[in-house]
């Protein structure tokens, strides 16, 4: 096994140099040997060596694609949940890492590797340390760049007897031993829309002839833009997005039908619903004021992430043993990016956090871009934090205090 490190430090956050070392080229394993969503077997397989190294006895659910396992506690009770994802992106790396990805078109490009890592060196420092108040279950799971692995995990059971959860995902923007806690909205709702326009297709040089879904189409588009601008209140961050404008088959050929799509955000359960209610109304008026027929479908996707104040409190006590006070930092900005952990807290009470990863000279490269890495050192503060809360969760369930 490779040496991270050459300095004299005996620990890196909180955890020895040979943990630390180990943790690190698990995280360098999993991101040579990428697997895309509902492809993850292979992820699991090295997950589960490595717990079978601890004597941590687990099983893989998902059609072998998660994995689970259950520390005991002191006591019989709820148990305190622990999640990391586990899957990977469809991106040709570019990263010229020495541990590049060796699946030709996937990467490793938001991280899972590193949550992945983080919770099995998190698994090392449970099996060290004080005996937990209460039981532990550690959750690897699948298709979270699908929005899809939470509710099968969840339909399987991984939330049976759970009475607290939590999570974290890397953030490129602070730097690794910065901790970011937030109570309230941290993630946004996901939902897409799909609008067809049905004109009437004609000759170019006689429109008077036709109906243009272009032209009825495009109104749509600027329409679309003013709901947020204008119904929403700029207190509640939202986004209405097309990224897909799809129309016409000639220069000389006035379309007959236009296909709209795009994305809706919002953290907030009512400015969701009103976004999506907003877009119908527009489409099929401006529709009707052209005489196109419009129809308008949208595909449900994960809800915001909300953290309820009791676990936010214990995150960030956790955080503040970690890394201390003064490296404990609340969201800068309004995070509009989905995240299917949303689907755990629509069960059981739980925090969502960021773990600080900005790579010195890689700054630049965001999550899902084909040179996107972070600081290893994050790993540390990552499994450290895992492990505390755990802790602190576990006695605060104890006590009754939740």
Known sequence: MAKIMDDSSKTVFGLTRDLFDTVVNLRRDLHCHPELSGDETGTTEKISNYLDTLGISHHTMVEKTGVVADLPGQKKGPFVALRADNDALPILEETGLPFTSQNHGIMHACGHDGHSSMLLGAAALLTQGTPLPLPVR?????????????????????????????????????????????????????????????????????????????????????????????????????????????????????AGSAILEGTIRAQDKSVRTHLQSSI????????????????????????????????????????????????????????????????????????????????????????????????ERALAVGAAWFARVAYFAGKALFRGSL
């Open 138 to 254: 550690l959750i690897w799971q699948p298709a979270e760049e699908l929005g899809t692995g939470a509710k099968s995990m969840i339909d399987e059971g991984v939330l049976d007897d759970v009475g607290i959860i939590f999570g974290g995902h890397l953030d490129r923007r602070y730097p690794a031993g910065t901790l970011i806690v937030t109570e309230g909205p941290v993630n946004a709702s996901t939902d897409t829309f799909h609008v067809r326009i049905q004109g009437q297709q004609g000759h170019g040089a006689r429109p008077h002839e036709a109906c243009d879904a272009i032209v009825v189409a495009s109104l749509m588009v600027t329409a679309l833009q003013t709901i947020v601008s204008r119904e929403v209140d700029p207190a509640h961050p939202s986004v209405v997005s097309i990224g897909r404008f799809d129309a016409g088959t000639a220069p000389n050929v006035i």
């Open 280 to 375: 119908e109304r527009m489409a099929k008026a401006i529709g009707q004021l052209h005489g196109a027929q419009v129809s308008v479908e949208f595909k449900f996707g994960t809800p915001s992430l909300v953290n309820a104040p009791e676990p936010t409190a214990l995150a960030k006590s956790a955080a503040i043993d970690v890394v201390g006070a003064d490296h404990v930092e609340p969201l800068h900005t309004a995070n509009m990016g989905g995240e299917d952990f949303a689907y755990y807290l629509e069960k059981v009470p739980g925090c969502y956090i960021r773990f600080g990863g900005q790579a010195p000279g890689r700054e630049g490269f965001p999550a899902h871009s084909s040179r996107f890495d972070f600081d």
